[in-house]
């Protein structure tokens, strides 16, 4: 419903405002205080009785209060238009807002696509059609964007962490890299593990493969120290790569194998609460075996490519410094 000054309203000094504000007291209530009853605060509301406000014919017969402190009745002052209106008006900062909000089905597509969708495509045409209209996240989405620019420089510095634990012990810069270069393999794993379970990657697929970072080293570390201990012992290179093969093959499967089969009643649990970690299970389960495949085989040979390397450089270098005599 619309309210509309008359011409004699106007005149006579009476504001919308004022009339408006008349009207909803006389039809909702004034509160004129608040009682306590039964540890409840209750409103105390003055307005018409109940029969002298359910249809829109008492509204025309109200009388309205005008700045010198007259009453005069509704009609001769205003007039009531009805018309279709808004149920409640939503607003942020001042402004207007419309939320609009859904429930995601994380079988078919996750929130981050969606975004993403809506980003692209959606949003550039409301921009043309409406060039004032603003947007912002809210609610699941909103945690996600946060939390992927925190994710990011914790990775680079656990990356970092990892290195520097391991660079200090084997006192070398280039063997944590050997170790470290099974990471991306595990990535691959988890993703290929989500696609298998018929699962979408989303913010606890992320954490799962951050945590699997820490752990796919592991492997690596004990195949490279045990090549490094048999090159102290005299062995030869070569076979010090082939003993730490077959002697560590057995203790890096079954520790990978115990760890995802100890993982596994998550990725079959079928109840509501587990849906939450199985996305970080599945990363961690799935990227620990392909990596231990990967590493035994990309390990020891990533071992003897560094060797070679380093024993080109150092031919390299007598070359280059030898002296040299003119003829």
């Known amino acids: ?9 106007e005149a006579l000094g ?6 408006a504000s008349q009207v909803r007291h006389a ?3 004034y509160e004129v205080q608040r009682v306590l009853r039964n540890n409840e605060e209750v409103k105390v509301m003055v307005r018409y009785p109940q029969q002298e406000r359910s249809t829109i014919g008492y509204l025309e017969n109200m009388k309205v209060i005008l700045p010198n402190g007259r009453f005069v009745p509704f009609t001769e002052v ?5 018309e279709s209106s808004y149920t409640s008006i939503n607003r942020v900062d001042r402004k207007r807002s419309v939320i609009v909000s859904a429930n995601v089905d994380k079988s078919q597509t996750s929130p981050s696509d969606i975004y ?3 980003l692209e495509k959606k949003l550039d045409q409301l921009r043309q059609a409406f060039p004032n209209v603003k947007f912002a996240l809210d609610g699941r989405a909103k945690d996600e964007k946060n939390t992927k620019g925190s994710l990011i420089r914790d990775s680079i510095l656990a990356l970092i962490t990892i290195f520097a634990l391991m660079a200090i012990p084997l006192r070398s810069y280039s063997q944590p890299l050997i170790i470290m270069s099974v990471i991306p393999f595990g990535i691959i794993g988890a993703i290929a593990g989500h696609y298998l379970a018929g699962l979408t990657l989303n913010l606890l697929s992320v954490f799962g493969i951050l945590a699997l970072a820490g752990v796919v080293v592991n492997d690596s570390l004990v195949l490279v120290s045990f090549i490094n201990r048999a090159l102290k012992q005299g062995v030869p290179l070569e076979q010090a790569v082939v003993n730490a093969g077959c002697s560590r093959f057995r203790a890096i499967v079954l520790t990978s194998l115990t760890t995802f089969f100890g993982l596994a009643p998550i990725l079959l ?3 509501l609460q587990a849906q939450i970690v199985i996305p970080m299970a599945t990363s961690l389960a799935f990227g620990i075996l392909f990596a231990t495949v990967v590493t035994l085989l990309l390990v020891p040979s990533l071992y003897l490519i560094l060797a070679d390397i380093k024993r080109g450089m150092k031919r390299f270098y007598h070359w280059w410094w030898q002296p040299r005599t003119l003829e």
């Open 1 to 9: 419903m619309k309210l509309q000054l008359t011409k004699a309203g």
């Open 14 to 19: 009476l504001s919308l405002a004022s009339l």
């Open 27 to 29: 039809f909702y209530g």
């Open 78 to 82: 205003a007039k009531a238009n009805i």
């Open 116 to 118: 993403n969708d809506i």
């Open 269 to 271: 649990e079928d109840s």
